[in-house]
Every structure is written in structure tokens, then in C-alpha cells.
């Protein structure tokens, strides 16, 4: 069983940073693939990054690409989202989720966060 609190959301002019994290309980996080979605209001929840349990391979939607970057820390049971260049469009709830490998599909994901919201202005 893994449990998952997302924290660092808030609101942010266009241009702007923030970074996301999602700390993890279980002794075994360091054996979980982690990803990031985020569902804007009306729309379906979306893929937007993922990371390995080594944190070798990494993966990203092209939308975030060059602005956004997922890291992790297996000594603090911990995987970031740092998020560059924000724009209006990248405006949701993000949450983070465990699974045993890091891919794009959301099913394939066993344990999620409760979300943070992530709010762009213009």
C-alpha cells in the first residue's frame, strides 16, 4: 500500500515556476514507477509526465516539453514536478501516482494523490 500527498500547487502569473511535490508512505517507493497527470475543468484527466524507479528514464507529453521536469528521491520518498514557463493552457489539478512502471496510461496506475491545483493567470 502506498499513500500520496501532492503539495506546492497555488496560483501563478503566465511565465512563472512552481514546483510540485508528492510524498509517498510504503517502504517500497523506491520500486514504484511515478507519474503526473492533471485534469482542467470539463476535460478528461491527462497524461503529463513520468519517471522509473531509478529515475533513468523519464517521459513527457509534448506539451511540456523543455519546461517542465519530473525528478525523484528515493531517500525521501519524494517526486517532483518542476514547472517553467507556465501558461494559462496549463491551468488544472495535477496528481501524482504509483505504478509498477512508468508509463503514459493512467489505468496502469495503482495509487493516486488527492491533486493540487495549479492555476495560471494571464
Known amino acids: 500500500q502506498v499513500q500520496l500527498v501532492e503539495s506546492g500547487g497555488g496560483l501563478v502569473q503566465a511565465g512563472g515556476s512552481l514546483r510540485l511535490s508528492c510524498a509517498a508512505s510504503?517502504?517500497?517507493?523506491?520500486?514504484?514507477?511515478m507519474g503526473w497527470f492533471r485534469q482542467a475543468p470539463g476535460k478528461e484527466r491527462a497524461f503529463v509526465a513520468a519517471i522509473s524507479w531509478t529515475g533513468a528514464r523519464t517521459l513527457y507529453v509534448d506539451s511540456v516539453k523543455g519546461r517542465f521536469t519530473i525528478s525523484r528521491d528515493n531517500a525521501k520518498n519524494t517526486v517532483y514536478l518542476q514547472m517553467n514557463s507556465l501558461k494559462p493552457e496549463d491551468t488544472a489539478v495535477y496528481y501524482c501516482?504509483?505504478?509498477?512502471?512508468?508509463?503514459?496510461?493512467?489505468?496502469?496506475?495503482?495509487?493516486w494523490g488527492q491533486g493540487t491545483q495549479v492555476t495560471v493567470s494571464s
Open positions: 510504503g517502504r517500497t517507493f523506491s520500486s514504484y514507477g
Open positions: 501516482a504509483a505504478g509498477p512502471m512508468a508509463v503514459t496510461t493512467s489505468r496502469n496506475y495503482d495509487y
